[in-house]
């Protein structure tokens, strides 16, 4: 029985940061890849970063590189994406997402049999 509940979502203008959590129960974090997914308005769910089981491997889309850091803290079984330099087209709700015995890399590329989803949380980046 695992959830994952996001948080940490809002309102921001270009140029600001936001970080958002996601609290797991129900799971260990060991042999999962756990990521952030968003889907904005008329359009597909796109992956967009990433970390393994290990803490060791990590993906970033390439629209995010340099601006988003994806991070764990496995005492308080919760992930992290700290978003910097945020731009409207971040815009978006924001699913934490968790697949068992799969890369960093696999999961945010094909989004294929994702075990589970939290609800998500909107980002909304405007002036």
């Known amino acids: 029985q695992v959830q994952l509940v996001e948080s940490g979502g809002g309102l921001v203008q270009p140029g600001g940061s936001l970080r958002l959590s996601c609290a797991a129960s129900?799971?260990?974090?060991?042999?999962?890849?756990i990521g952030w997914i968003r889907q904005a308005s008329g359009k597909e769910r796109e992956g967009i970063s990433c970390?393994?089981?290990?803490?060791?491997?990590?993906y970033y889309v390439d629209s995010v590189k340099g601006r988003f850091t994806i991070s764990r803290d496995n005492a308080r079984n919760t992930v992290h994406l700290q978003m910097n330099s945020l731009k409207p087209e971040d815009t978006a709700v924001y699913y934490c997402?968790?697949?068992?015995?799969?890369?960093?890399?696999?999961?945010?590329?094909?989004?294929?049999?994702?075990?589970?989803w939290g609800r998500g949380t909107q980002v909304t980046v405007s002036s």
């Open positions: 970390i393994g089981w290990d803490g060791e491997s990590t």
């Open positions: 997402a968790m697949m068992i015995f799969t890369s960093a890399q696999a999961m945010c590329v094909t989004l294929t049999s994702v075990d589970y």
């Open positions: 129900g799971v260990t974090w060991d042999h999962y890849a």
